[in-house]
Structure formats: C-alpha cells, structure tokens
C-alpha cells in the first residue's frame, strides 16, 4: 500500500509524480478538469481533522485516506495513502467513469484509461479499515515520540538548568512552582525563568507539565490503577485539567492512551 508524509499545507495529491502513483491518477492528472476535481479531494481530507483519520472517495470511486499527525495541539502534517479501490473494478463502473470524463469535455485516450483504471489495487473494506488502525497507531506515536523529545535534556545546557530538571524529576509529584525550582539551584526567579525558556525551549510551566504528563503515561500501564490516582499522583489538583492537558499534549484521552497501548503491549 502506498504511503506519503504530507504537510499540511501540501494541496497536490500525496505521491504526485512518485514511481508509485496510482497509474489511472498519473493519467487523469494531465487534465485540469480532472486534475480540480482530485485538488478537491485533497481538500476534504484535510478539512475537520481530529484525532482519527479521513477517507474520501473520488468521481472514479477511488479512496485515499488522511492520518492527522499532531505535536501536542499543534497539526504539523498527515500520513496519506495512495488511491485504492474498496469494490472490484468491472465494465460497467469504468463506463460510468468514462462518461463522466466525456462529459467534462476530457481528451484522454480511453483504452489506456481503462487499462489503467483496471491496475488499481484492490481492498476489501476489512482490509481498508485494517490498514487504517495501523497507521492511526503510527500517528499517534510519532506524536508521543515528538513530546518525549521535548522533555529530554539538552546535550549543551547551563549547569543551573541540569539541577533544575534534576529537582523537577525528583518533585515533580509535588505543588513546586518556579521560585521554589529558582531558590534550589541559587538563582534569581527572573534569571532561571530567562535561562530555562532559553535552554530548553520551553517555559518552566510547559516542561513540568511534560514531565507529569510522561510520568502520567507509565503509570497509564498499570490497569489496576485509576485514571483519577494517576492525575493526583503526579501532581495535578485537578482531574478535569489533567485530561484536558494530557489530551492536548498525547492527542488522546487517558483511557484511549491506556487502551492503545494495552493492545501493543
């Protein structure tokens, strides 16, 4: 199954001019009637994008199908298939196809056309759907994998901000706030609030918050625990704000994290 990581602000169809294109998509592109109509499919797959992917049928009964791949809350691109049948091709779906293309006003060589249009692979729905969790998996760890990147330590950092991370990890569990990180390794709370945000990237507020939130995540494994001991255990006061951030941060809620990862494990 073809597959492509897209921007988001890619507007051509994912594998546009890559040796595995889908042949009867190649075809139809040199036309720009056709080629509006594929632009507007690209459209509806990226519009109203949550956390699940998007499938959308074109004029030929072609789908392609988009994975939102999120940092946080932020939307940074899509995991995108190539163009797939979900039903066997037969004559009388091509000659509607083919209509539809006369009617346009197409000029396209309609032997080649079906030729193409009859090497277009096949799926069942079961195997779509499928194929769909998978990359819906995929997603949601590359976006797992760009928070724990955030919270690891910087290989040039100020010795002020590695004593820093070493208290926050040893109380974070704690009500700590930045004058109390800022009395523990002897600095000013105006300098340590300047030196942090410039050595990590994050403000103190954001990396402590990742910090529980990847704590948060390896107590999730443990099934007996409950979702709400879990949030006061690594420091929230509240559980409402615990999902909220772990949702914005993880891209799904606590229970879904749990279940998802239950099913890898």
């Excluded at 979900?86 to 346009?104: E, G, H, P, T, Y």
């Excluded at 002020?160 to 800022?182: E, H, M, P, S």
């Excluded at 954001?206 to 704590?215: A, W």
Aim: glycine fraction near 4%; hydrophobic fraction near 40%; charge should be positive.
């Amino acid at each position: 199954m073809p597959l492509a990581l897209r921007a988001v602000d890619h507007w051509q169809p994912a594998l546009r001019g890559a040796p595995n294109e889908n042949p009867f998509c190649e075809l139809m592109a040199r036309s720009n009637r056709v080629c509006a109509a594929c632009l507007e499919v690209q459209r509806k797959l990226t519009e109203k994008t949550g956390d699940r992917s998007r499938t959308v049928t074109c004029f030929a009964g072609l789908s392609d199908s988009a994975v939102p791949i999120r940092v946080g809350d932020q939307l940074i691109g899509f995991l995108q298939t190539g163009q797939v049948l979900l039903k066997q091709s037969d004559k009388f779906r091509f000659d509607r196809v083919a209509k539809q293309l006369v009617n346009w006003g197409v000029e396209v060589d309609l032997s080649k056309a079906r030729e193409a249009y009859f090497h277009t692979k096949v799926l069942t729905k079961k195997q779509y759907r499928a194929m769909l969790r998978l990359l819906e998996i995929f997603g949601r760890h590359l976006s797992i994998l760009s928070n724990q990147l955030a919270v690891e330590n910087s290989t040039a950092e100020p010795l002020a901000v590695t004593r820093a991370k070493q208290f926050i990890a040893r109380n974070q569990d704690n009500a700590i706030c930045l004058a109390t990180v800022a009395k523990a390794v002897n600095t000013s709370t105006f300098y340590f609030c300047k030196l942090f945000k410039r050595a990590t990237g994050l403000t103190f507020t954001d990396y402590l918050t990742r910090v529980r939130i990847e704590k948060a995540k390896t107590l999730l494994l443990d099934r007996n625990r409950r979702i709400s001991e879990i949030a006061y255990d690594v420091g929230f006061q509240s559980l409402t704000h615990f999902n909220r951030i772990f949702r914005k941060l993880v891209g799904a809620s606590p229970s879904s994290y749990r279940r998802s990862a239950s099913k890898l494990a």
